[in-house]
């Protein structure tokens, strides 16, 4: 059973840093490109970045480009997200996601979900 | 990317069927095949309902469908039940190498 489980949320000061992880099993984690998409409250859906299955390419939407780091950890099955220099609009529910299918460089659907922490920016 | 344009809410009865628009560019929405659809209920984590416009994972009822046309996928829910009342997300694949969703639609059934 593919399981994904995220942690590293809470409350931040804005200008702070945290560092999310998603640890993953049930299936062959390195073949599987992983995805952070977030949900602010009450509103909708956010990609906001993805990483092939060896870490070798990583994409970021414009919203966290040069603030946010993805990165992955296949020996311990393991995606994170390094979150710096984080602002008010950051507050979400961050969800990390695994791609369809295997051996794609690029995340283009998300056919497993883990239940998502909450990062809170506020003073 | 500016998000992909939905409504906000649509509505039907039990039994009818009801249908979820998705308008996008051709840099996204009409450039690629690449357009899937997300169901969520409240409080819960979203779920893949259609990939690639038209394919349904294993497991989705087939009263669920997809299609495209020029710079506007649909997502057609037939035989509405009253489960398949939540929130409906479209996305897809862009030319700048991201993923765009939509704002989201909120199904009610009457």
């Known amino acids: 059973e593919v399981q994904l489980l995220e942690s590293g949320g809470g409350l931040v000061q804005p200008g702070g840093s945290l560092r999310l992880s998603c640890a993953a099993s049930?299936?062959?984690?390195?073949?599987?490109?992983m995805s952070w998409v977030r949900q602010a409250p009450g509103k909708g859906l956010e990609w906001v970045s993805g990483i092939s299955g060896s870490g070798g390419s990583t994409y970021y939407a414009d919203s966290v480009k040069g603030r946010f780091t993805i990165s992955r950890d296949n020996s311990k099955n393991t995606l994170y997200l390094q979150m710096n220099s984080l602002r008010a609009e950051d507050t979400a529910v961050y969800y990390c996601?695994?791609?369809?299918?295997?051996?794609?460089?690029?995340?283009?659907?998300?056919?497993?979900w883990g239940q998502g922490t909450l990062v809170t920016v506020s003073s | 990317q500016s998000a992909l344009t939905q409504p906000a809410s649509v509505s039907g009865s039990p039994g009818q069927s009801i249908t979820i628009s998705c308008t996008g560019t051709?840099?996204?929405?009409?450039?690629?095949?690449?357009v899937s659809w997300y169901q969520q209920h409240p409080g819960k984590a979203p779920k893949l309902m259609i990939y690639e416009v038209s394919n349904r994972p294993s497991g989705v009822s087939n009263r669920f469908s997809g299609s495209k046309s020029g710079n506007t996928a649909s997502l057609t829910i037939s035989g509405l039940q009253a489960e398949d009342e939540a929130d409906y997300y479209c996305s897809s694949y862009t030319s700048s190498s991201h993923v765009v969703f939509g704002g989201g639609t909120k199904l009610t059934v009457l």
């Open positions: 049930g299936f062959t984690f390195s073949s599987y490109a």
């Open positions: 051709s840099s996204d929405v009409g450039g690629y095949n690449y």
């Open positions: 996601a695994k791609d369809l299918y295997q051996q794609q460089l690029f995340p283009y659907y998300f056919d497993y």
